[in-house]
């Protein structure tokens, strides 16, 4: 069982937007601006999407968009387009002890 | 253009020893702190530990599961780093990737992984 809880799917039509939840505690996500989101189609490397909640790295669209509120934080694709349809994962810095969770990824679906 | 490229996958008896190794170019390696991820069959991503650059004292930090099994290492001089894990049991299958830290506590870039098999 992941750290993070990530809804196991998600979908939406082409131009749509859909945001995608990631939910820990005060101990990860709540506690530290240090959520990051990763693309991943199979097969390949994953991406970073968004880093330290909502910054967005060199060549990334702004359809992207990261934000967070207490535990919970959030991926919003907007105007959907064919190649977003991935496998989404969140991260969270946890303190020292366990410095990295993962959420159990969510299957981004374009209809 | 960042790549990193892993290798020593394959399979592997309980109990049995690999190394992988990561091929870094396109940055400053001797300057980045690595990681290393695994994906088991079906599931999500796991943190498995990482490594500081020897400027920050190339210590490192292992998640629960692995810890006092797995060995991160890094030769700077080759741009390679390394995951030796011992004492393999089927729970450690999974798919491998290195990644490389950005400025915080993110991976900025990530190979495509090499798949290690646990299986008798």
């Known amino acids: 069982q992941s750290a993070l809880t990530q809804p196991p799917s998600a979908s939406g039509s082409p131009g749509q937007s859909v945001t995608i939840s990631c939910t820990g505690t005060?101990?990860?996500?709540?506690?530290?601006?240090?959520v990051s989101w990763y693309q991943h189609h199979p097969g390949k490397a994953p991406k970073l999407m968004i880093y330290?909640?909502?910054k967005r790295p060199s060549g990334v669209p702004d359809r992207f968009s990261g934000s967070k509120s207490g535990n919970t934080a959030s991926l919003t694709v907007s105007g959907l387009q064919a190649e977003d349809e991935a496998h989404y994962y969140c991260?969270?810095?946890?303190?020292?002890?366990?410095?990295?969770?993962f959420g159990g990824g969510t299957k981004l679906t374009v209809l | 253009e960042v790549q990193l490229v892993e290798s020593g996958g394959g399979l592997v008896k309980p109990g049995g020893s690999l190394r992988l190794s990561c091929a870094a170019s396109?940055?400053?390696?001797?300057?980045?702190?690595m990681s290393w991820i695994r994906q088991a069959p079906g599931k999500g991503l796991e943190w498995v530990g990482r490594?500081?650059?020897?400027?920050?004292?190339?210590?490192?930090d292992y998640a629960a599961p692995v810890k006092g099994r797995f060995t991160i290492s890094r030769d700077d001089s080759k741009n390679t780093l390394y995951l030796q894990m011992n004492s393999l049991n089927a729970e450690d299958t999974a798919v491998y990737y290195c990644?490389?830290?950005?400025?915080?506590?993110?991976?900025?870039?990530w190979g495509q992984g090499t798949l290690v098999t646990v299986s008798s």
């Open positions: 990644a490389h830290y950005g400025d915080a506590e993110y991976f900025q870039h």
């Open positions: 396109g940055f400053t390696f001797s300057n980045a702190w």
């Open positions: 490594i500081r650059s020897k400027g920050h004292g190339g210590t490192t």
């Open positions: 005060s101990s990860d996500v709540g506690g530290y601006n240090y």
């Open positions: 330290e909640v909502s």
């Open positions: 991260s969270s810095y946890a303190g020292s002890n366990n410095p990295v969770v």
